[in-house]
Every structure is written in C-alpha cells, then in structure tokens.
C-alpha cells in the first residue's frame, strides 16, 4: 500500500519565478491538505482540498493556489516566489469521507530553495 | 501569543529517563489533539491523538487538560530511538484546519 507521495523531492527556483509540487494520496484518502515548514519551525496550514474543491485555507497570500484530481490527486502552485517561499512543503492526506479527517498522513514533502 | 506553543528544548535526556513535554493552545474551542513525532528532514508522524481521559500507548502516555488548555506527553525509559520532534496539533473548531506547534526536540543519550 503506497504511501502519499510527493515530486519532486527538491526544487530551486529563483525569485519571481512560479513552482507547482505535486501529492499523490495515501490509497483510500479523498482529503489532501498542504503545509509550508520553514526550518526550525511546525508546519503552517496552507489550504484543504476535498471533493476537487478548496475546503479551507490558512493565512497564506493568493500567490498559493491549489488543484485537486478526480483521482484525488493535488498541486501546490506557487506565483512569484522570494526567498521566504523557501520550505519544505508538506502533503498530507486523510480519509475525511470516513470522519478521520484528524488522523493525516504526511508525505515526505517537497524542499524548495527559493535563490 | 501563538496559538500552540511548546519549549523548543533540546532535552538530552541518558536511555532510561523519563521525559515529560508540556503544550499550550490558545483557541479554548479547539476540540481534537494530538502528537506528532518528526525525525531530522523527514516528514511527521502521528505518534498517538490525544483524549479527554488521558491515554497510554507503551511507554507513551499523553493526557489532555482543558480548564487550563494545555496537553502533555509523557516518555519512560527513553530509548536511542525516541530522539526526534515531537509536535503538539491543535484542531480548530471547523475540524479542517491542524495547528502545529514549533516542536520540541529530544535528544537520547546513551
């Protein structure tokens, strides 16, 4: 059984440029939230993607944007980076159709170097 | 004032001690807790939720107190393998939203 997955594994971009992640969910999952970990830090809520649609967002500017599949499967977009964009950024999937919604798992996430 | 907050720690505690890790949450309404366990540049794990009556996984025990809003967890016989973050999570009233607090680290020693 595949964990979530994420791609790429790591990035370096330079500022004002546009960066889309990818998360493929834990089988089962129809919930994918995302999360930017600055280092040294927990993770910050970003956004929450149910049903191909934004359920809920964090404090974050409109330059993040998300996507969700019918196969359940998200993007995190990303428009005119600085260098504070630079994160590991992290998926995270749940079986909110269950209730579990709570119970996350994390992929490995995707590091980004903002130059 | 942060909505979760922890002591970053570290705490470098010898294999065998016990080590208790305390958290705070601001949001009195916040209605499920947990605690996650992240090793150096990996990602988190759930490492037990945690619930009004307090419960107990091995050598975990994690224990909830609302009146004063803050969650605990608790480690014996602290092995090699424990050294990690552990994360306080928070969840807000509309259940969609994880609040994590900055982490605590810990350190075993042989």
């Known amino acids: 059984d595949a964990g979530v997955t994420q791609s790429p594994t790591h990035l370096i971009k330079t500022r004002g440029q546009q960066v889309t992640l990818r998360c493929s969910p834990k089988s089962g999952h129809d919930t994918v939230s995302w999360y930017q970990q600055a280092l040294g830090q927990g993770p910050q809520f970003i956004f929450q993607?149910?049903?191909?649609?934004?359920?809920q967002r964090g404090n974050f500017p409109d330059r993040f944007s998300g996507h969700q599949f019918p196969n359940y499967s998200s993007e995190l977009n990303v428009n005119a980076l600085w260098l504070g964009d630079s994160a590991l950024y992290l998926c995270?999937?749940?079986?909110?159709?269950?209730?579990?919604?709570?119970?996350?798992?994390f992929g490995p996430g995707t590091r980004l170097t903002v130059l | 004032r942060k909505e979760v907050e922890q002591d970053p720690g570290p705490f470098n505690v010898p294999e065998g001690a016990t080590v208790a890790f305390n958290c705070t949450y601001s949001n009195s309404a916040s209605q499920s807790f947990f605690w996650y366990r992240q090793d150096c540049r990996k990602e988190p794990k759930l490492l037990m939720s945690?619930?009004?009556s307090g419960n107990e996984d091995g050598r975990f025990t994690a224990q909830l107190n609302r009146a004063s809003q803050y969650i605990s967890l608790l480690i014996r016989d602290s092995k090699l393998s424990d050294s990690a973050t552990y994360l306080c999570?928070?969840?807000?009233?509309?259940?969609?939203?994880?609040?994590f607090g900055a982490g605590t680290r810990l350190t075993v020693k042989p």
């Open positions: 993607y149910y049903e191909e649609e934004e359920r």
């Open positions: 999570v928070v969840n807000s009233v509309n259940n969609n939203d994880m609040r």
């Open positions: 945690v619930y009004s």
């Open positions: 995270a999937s749940s079986p909110f159709a269950s209730g579990r919604a709570n119970e996350q798992f």
